[in-house]
Structure formats: structure tokens, C-alpha cells
């Protein structure tokens, strides 16, 4: 195992992975040994490259590398790492033109010839499963999503400037920043049935983690409140087991905290105007779920390679 950051040394990774100020104190052992991050006994070597194509991977047998900086997010910057002698690079966001995948959702169209992928966004990750339950039994004819998302290290803690999407720029904890995302068009490139038939939009909120998607659609196929909630228990309890949750109880943002769920439906928070259209509400720990489900794909990636 091997891991590169430019920017800190290994003693500050040990305080950064012992101390968090969200999910709490790590629960396992983690020191700093010349050169190498321990954690629970495992050793990792550390590198500080800022150029990915100067990182030897090769030199720790590192196969499968997470690109997680958020700026090699495109194939051709994303395949520097294969020259470090990396086998598959996995971006932990959206790519312009990598392949996206979505546990529960669209695992089976990998193939071994994809150098580098994409494991979509959090939102991304909480809506798809959910679409697809709803698609796959009542027929998506068109929707709007909004997720309400917690704050991200991208905003501002104070106002200040920010380029060319000014609302972005204000003070994170002090408001509600409408903002744009491309969770809901990226469904359609995992589930291509819903390709152009979903959209939707974002609001930055002050709470430090924990998101909540609202999807909003009208359905081919008439289908009471009840009914949907049956269908979303049942692929929960059953094929998306792990992935795609079910709450009935009276929750809130912060009952989610470090749950390893891509998406929570909450039954109680929904609503129906008529049995074609409805308002659906799935909650995810837009860090801990996702995190979860970039492992898990590089697990099923290593089934197939």
C-alpha cells in the first residue's frame, strides 16, 4: 500500500487520522515509522510527489490507485499514474470522459480493458440506487433533484471571492448557497434509460456532514405511496443490500453520521400528490458512504481484472 500527498508530512497524516472533528477519534492505532504511515499494524509508504507521473508506485505494488485530488479528473491527466507502474486508476469524482460506476447500479458494464474510472460523485451515489428501484418498477418519466448538502473544504468559511460563480464565494457557515451539480444528468450515463430525463440542483447548507436527496418525478406507471415504499424495502432488503437503505423511523441529518449506506430512503418523509407524482427523500453520509463504495468498487474491479 502506498499513498502521496505533496502538501503534509507523515507525522501530520498521524494527527489528521487520529483526531477528526466529525466522525470522531480513530478507534485503531496509527503511528509515523520512518517514512511509512502504520496504521492497525499495517505499514503504507508515503510519498510527496506533486508531478503523479514522478510517483513509483510499482515500488510498493500499489495496483490500484485512488485519484482523490480532485484535478486529474479527466482520462488523460488520470493515466499519469499507470507510467508509476499503477494497474487501474479509480477517480473519486466525476470525470468528463472516464467510465462512471455505481455500486448496486451499473457494475456489470465494467470490463478489464478500463485503464481508468470514475466512482461518480456522493450525490451521484445516493440518487442512482434509488432511481434505479424506482425506474425499474414504475417507470421514470421525468424528474428534478435537489439535494441539500452539507458543507465541503471547496467553500468559503468567510465571504470572499470566487471566480466566476459569485453565490459560491459567501461565507459557508453563515448561509444557504443555492448551487449547481451534475449529480442528476450523470444518472442518465449509469442508467441510460433515464438519460435526459432528470436534472436538478443544490443547496449548500452549514452543517459540517450528512446530505439529503429530494428527487421529484412522475411516473409512467400509477403506484401508490405505499406501494413504492414496498418496492424500495424489498431491493434494501434484498439485491441492494449494503447499498440502498430503508428508515422508517423519525430521523434526522445527524442519525446518518458514518453510515456506510450510498442512500437512505426515509418512508416517513415523502409525500404524494397523486399516484403518478411524488417527492422521494434518501439521506447519505456524503463522506463515509462514499468512501465505502470507492473500496467496494475497486473490489470488483480486482474480481474481474
Not at 143 to 158: E, N, P, S
Not at 256 to 282: P, Q, Y
Not at 289 to 295: A, E, F, K, L
Amino acid at each position: 500500500m502506498q499513498v502521496n500527498d505533496p502538501f503534509i508530512d507523515v507525522d501530520y497524516m498521524v494527527y489528521l487520522f487520529k483526531f477528526d472533528s466529525t466522525h470522531g477519534r480513530f478507534k485503531g492505532t496509527v503511528t509515523a515509522e520512518a517514512g511509512f504511515l502504520v496504521v492497525n499494524g499495517q505499514k503504507i509508504k508515503v510519498f510527496s510527489e506533486r508531478d503523479p507521473a514522478n510517483i513509483n508506485w510499482a515500488s510498493a505494488g500499489a495496483e490500484y490507485i485512488v485519484e482523490s485530488t480532485g484535478v486529474f479528473t479527466t482520462i488523460d491527466k488520470a493515466s499519469v499514474h499507470l507510467k508509476g507502474g499503477a494497474k487501474k486508476v479509480i477517480i473519486s469524482a466525476p470525470s468528463a470522459d472516464a467510465p462512471m460506476f455505481v455500486c448496486g447500479v451499473n457494475l456489470e458494464a465494467y470490463s478489464p480493458d478500463m485503464k481508468v474510472v470514475s466512482n461518480a460523485s456522493c450525490t451521484t451515489n445516493c440518487l442512482a440506487p434509488l432511481a434505479k428501484v424506482i425506474n425499474d418498477n414504475f417507470e421514470i418519466v421525468e424528474g428534478l433533484m435537489t439535494t441539500v448538502h452539507a458543507t465541503t473544504a471547496t467553500q468559503k468559511t468567510v465571504d470572499g471571492p470566487s471566480g466566476k460563480l459569485w453565490r459560491d464565494g459567501r461565507g459557508a457557515a453563515q448561509n444557504i448557497i443555492p448551487a449547481s451539480t451534475g449529480a442528476a444528468k450523470a444518472v442518465g450515463k449509469v442508467i441510460p434509460a433515464l438519460n435526459g430525463k432528470l436534472t436538478g440542483m443544490a443547496f449548500r447548507v452549514p452543517t459540517p456532514n450528512v446530505s439529503v436527496v429530494d428527487l421529484t418525478v412522475r411516473l409512467g406507471k400509477g403506484a401508490s405511496y405505499d406501494e413504492i415504499k414496498a418496492k424500495v424495502q424489498e431491493a434494501a432488503n434484498g439485491p441492494l443490500k449494503g447499498i440502498l437503505g430503508y428508515t422508517d423511523e423519525e430521523v434526522v441529518s445527524t442519525d446518518f453520521l458514518s453510515d456506510t449506506h450510498s442512500s437512505v430512503f426515509d418512508a416517513k418523509a415523502g409525500i404524494s400528490l397523486n399516484d403518478k407524482f411524488v417527492k422521494l427523500i434518501s439521506w447519505y453520509d456524503n463522506e463515509f458512504g462514499y468512501s465505502n463504495r470507492v473500496i467496494d468498487l475497486i473490489k470488483y474491479m480486482q474480481t474481474k481484472d
